[in-house]
């Protein structure tokens, strides 16, 4: 039995440390091993799944329309880790896509679609900051490429994106005209199915989806 017990311990402490060993840049040396366990039981182990995400973490968007997954890039770091934290809070559960262009993007992120009180600040929601512009050279809309929102030039000289609001592009040469303009942080890598079946949902004034599309959870990928 007391033989059993140890195994245990060993295989429980692999699986807690093997995503702390694991360094964040090429040229940044393992940590020591560190065998700390935190426990729930005797027998449960408790690990947040938000820990092991690494540097271009992959996250899973689940809408009532389907699974969309993108990567985060990890040259973008203000906005890739503005949006780990955003959806770890649960900050995207239930927001509807509220502006729906087809051949062109889909966009989400405003709180202000969870309340029916404040449908006429839809699009102008937010989580309270603006987030600095990271716009990488190189980086373009294509199909698929996830993006920021932000407000014009005219009262946002410097580019600064939203603090939660996103687009993800449905035609690329429809958007090319964005490029430098928008700040890209991130690409679906499956899922390209359902970001056109929403931007074929009908929808009526302001581009707004009569037939509702929500984030229903956002979760992290593991990627072996």
């Known amino acids: 039995m007391r033989l059993g ?46 820990s092991c995400i690494g540097q271009e973490p992959q996250i899973k968007i689940a809408t009532t329309a389907g699974d969309i997954t993108v990567k985060l890039y ?64 190189g980086k373009t809309h294509k199909k698929g490429a996830l993006a920021a929102a932000r407000r014009g030039d005219q009262v946002n000289p410097a580019k600064e994106s939203s603090g939660s609001q996103f687009y993800i592009v449905h035609n690329a040469a429809n958007c090319s005209h964005l490029d430098g303009e928008y700040t890209i942080f991130g690409e679906v890598v499956e899922g390209l199915e359902v970001v056109d079946k929403i931007a074929s949902v009908p929808v009526g004034p302001r581009d707004f989806p009569t037939e509702p599309v929500s984030i229903t959870a956002v979760s992290p990928v593991t990627v072996q």
């Open 5 to 50: 017990i140890a195994y245990l311990i060993i295989a429980a402490a692999v699986v807690v440390t093997g995503c702390r060993n694991t360094p964040k840049d090429p040229q940044e040396p393992a940590a020591e091993q560190d065998t700390t366990m935190t426990t729930t039981s005797q027998d449960t182990l408790k690990v947040d799944p938000w």
């Open 74 to 137: 990890s040259d973008t770091p203000l906005h890739r880790d503005n949006f780990v934290k955003l959806a770890k809070s649960g900050f995207y559960n239930g927001i509807l896509f509220h502006r729906v262009i087809k051949e062109f993007m889909i966009q989400v992120g405003d709180p202000n679609t969870k309340d029916p009180s404040k449908a006429s600040q839809i699009g102008m929601g937010g989580p309270g900051y603006t987030i600095p512009a990271e716009i990488v050279e």
